[in-house]
């Protein structure tokens, strides 16, 4: 007997969409902490091999790499602790002062106890999930591929951000990514199991070869090794068959803007620009209209 909830969600798309939203809220709020976290977490587990390393190496670390670096948090740090203050004065955010989006409203964007101004990056990341997750919804319906690509979108709201910060692309969201897509196309969701396979070594490669191709050519480094990874996570989800269209359009967008902020902002045409958001950006869209945008371009060139 089916669940009467499930039942009803299933058979009102509009209100499961009003759900995942509010779901999508909710994670967004988390996925602001991995965002900071996650990077900070990855350096103190620099820190502490390079610490081992030394000390098998040497026998002994030095005094100053003893030391805690003061722009790092002491350990224990990690997604859970310690609990979440104001960075200015150290209030100890409430859980009431934490509701996804709403709370940045009452609180008119500041902090409740200094009027410190709190950046308007974490309501937007909380309502860009919240708006993804309610169209993924609606795209998909009640189905066990909206729950997956539910996750697909989340991983790329996180690195896009982990990347627009910190260039770094972290393997602990690209690889479990990549491997989740291949165990999904092993039961056929979204392409055939070959394609799937296919998708992430071609993805792979071809990043990897574009690298090496330009660094002998330039002396320079033109991406790193987790746009490859992200990539290799793309086709893993949606095939060899999308591959092209995702560099397409990661490329243009990512010109397009990287033109812009040189002209606009006059930013140095030496300092590197994350690939890693016009890559999620492009296999989000290849994910949800690829099949669209190919016949399009098809149908333009006949």
Not at 52 to 67: A, L, N, R, T, W
Not at 108 to 130: A, D, F, N, V
Not at 149 to 177: G, S, Y
Not at 181 to 204: D, K, P, Q
Request: proline share 6%; hydrophobic share 50%; with cysteine.
């Amino acid at each position: 007997m089916q669940n009467p909830v499930f039942s009803y969600l299933s058979s009102n798309p509009d209100y499961f969409a009003g759900v995942i939203f509010l779901f999508g809220l909710i994670f967004g709020s988390f996925f602001n902490v991995i965002i900071y976290r996650l990077p900070i977490i990855m350096q103190l587990e620099w820190l502490d091999n390079c610490r081992d390393f030394i000390e098998e190496m040497f026998g002994k670390v030095p005094q100053d790499i003893q030391q805690h670096p003061e722009k790092l948090p002491k350990p224990p740090f990690n997604i859970a602790k310690p609990d979440s203050t104001c960075p200015q004065c150290g209030h100890l955010i409430r859980w009431y002062e934490n509701i996804p989006l709403f709370s940045y409203l009452a609180l008119k964007g500041k902090c409740s106890q200094c009027k410190t101004r709190i950046s308007p990056r974490y309501p937007i990341i909380e309502l860009l999930t919240g708006v993804a997750s309610g169209f993924i919804a609606l795209h998909f319906g009640f189905t066990w591929e909206a729950a997956a690509a539910l996750v697909f979108t989340w991983c790329l709201i996180c690195l896009t951000m982990i990347d627009f910060d910190h260039k770094l692309l972290p393997d602990q969201i690209t690889l479990p990514l990549m491997w989740l897509g291949i165990l999904l196309n092993f039961f056929g969701m979204f392409t055939t199991l070959e394609s799937s396979i296919l998708g992430a070594v071609f993805g792979y490669l071809s990043l990897w070869s574009l690298y090496w191709l330009f660094k002998l050519l330039t002396k320079k480094e033109g991406m790193g090794y987790g746009d490859f990874k992200l990539l290799a996570a793309l086709g893993a989800w949606m095939g060899w068959q999308d591959l092209l269209l995702i560099v397409v359009l990661s490329s243009f967008v990512g010109a397009a803007c990287g033109i812009t902020l040189i002209i606009a902002q006059g930013r140095d045409k030496n300092i590197p620009i994350p690939f890693g958001p016009y890559l999620a950006a492009a296999g989000w869209i290849a994910f949800i209209w690829g099949p669209e945008l190919t016949n399009t371009y098809q149908r333009a060139m006949m």
